[in-house]
């Protein structure tokens, strides 16, 4: 099956080259398309470029820093349009090892229409993060999987592929989330429309290059979402229940 690599870029120079180069040897068979947010550092010059010389690699320049929701939804819809089978989200600093990408592309072709590579399933692991971040990370998916009832160790997890029969049945004016809940938000739609949902144990690395996007507000904006959500769908399933009531 066509496979799609979307790489959201902001301030990624030093990064991207490794990045790019590695996914092309791992799995030469799969597209890139970069989606760069009109990086100040010039990583979209630095993909032009390489573009030249390695094959299947397309650039998606933006005006502006629009956010990592808007640029998954932009690079999705262009996989969609140009007929791709499977679309997978991935870092572009590092943290994510391209040379898992050929088993989530296995899991796919084996049924699966969302795998994500995660961290907190057996065998999978953080081994750079402090135990306060670590914390922090999984009391975050145990609350998305407790609010929203999803049977998914990582949600927020940034590594995974998406069949992309099942993401052309969401319509993204619909999505939300811009920030890191994107990720909780694409996996709750996808076991909503009945998806099959498999998780990949994957080592995160912290990037060694660059500078984290994590902010306070991309929680925020996650735990808000989240919450209101799995209100929406315990109100939703009370009204259903008195509504059959004699």
């Not at 997978?88 to 229409?113: E, F, K, R, T």
């Amino acid at each position: 099956m066509r496979a799609l690599v979307v790489l959201p870029t902001y301030n990624e120079a030093t990064n991207i080259a490794e990045v790019l180069d590695r996914l092309r040897s791992a799995c030469p068979q799969a597209n890139v398309l970069v989606v760069d947010d009109a990086s100040p550092d010039g990583t979209a010059d630095v993909v032009s470029s390489l573009a030249d010389d390695l094959w299947g690699i397309e650039l998606l320049r933006r005006s502006a820093k629009a956010g990592l929701g808007s640029a998954y939804r932009e690079g999705f819809q262009r996989g969609l349009e140009q007929g791709f089978d499977i679309l997978v989200a991935m870092d572009s600093d590092l943290s994510h090892d391209p040379g898992v990408l050929p088993q989530l592309l296995d899991v796919i072709d084996q049924g699966a229409d969302l795998v994500i590579g995660s961290r907190y399933v057996s065998g999978g692991s953080i081994p750079d993060w402090s135990w306060h971040r670590r914390l922090l990370s999984r009391w975050g998916n145990r609350y998305a999987a407790a609010a929203l009832g999803l049977d998914v160790a990582d949600a927020t997890s940034g590594y995974r592929a998406y069949r992309a029969a099942m993401i052309a049945k969401i319509d993204f004016r619909e999505v939300r989330a811009d920030g890191y809940g994107f990720q909780i938000e694409m996996a709750y739609r996808m076991q909503g429309l009945g998806g099959t949902v498999r998780e990949l144990p994957i080592e995160f690395v912290d990037r060694v290059r660059g500078t984290s996007k994590m902010s306070p507000r991309i929680v925020v904006e996650a735990l808000v979402l989240v919450t209101r959500w799995g209100a929406r769908d315990r109100f939703e399933c009370l009204r259903r229940s008195l509504g059959k009531r004699p």
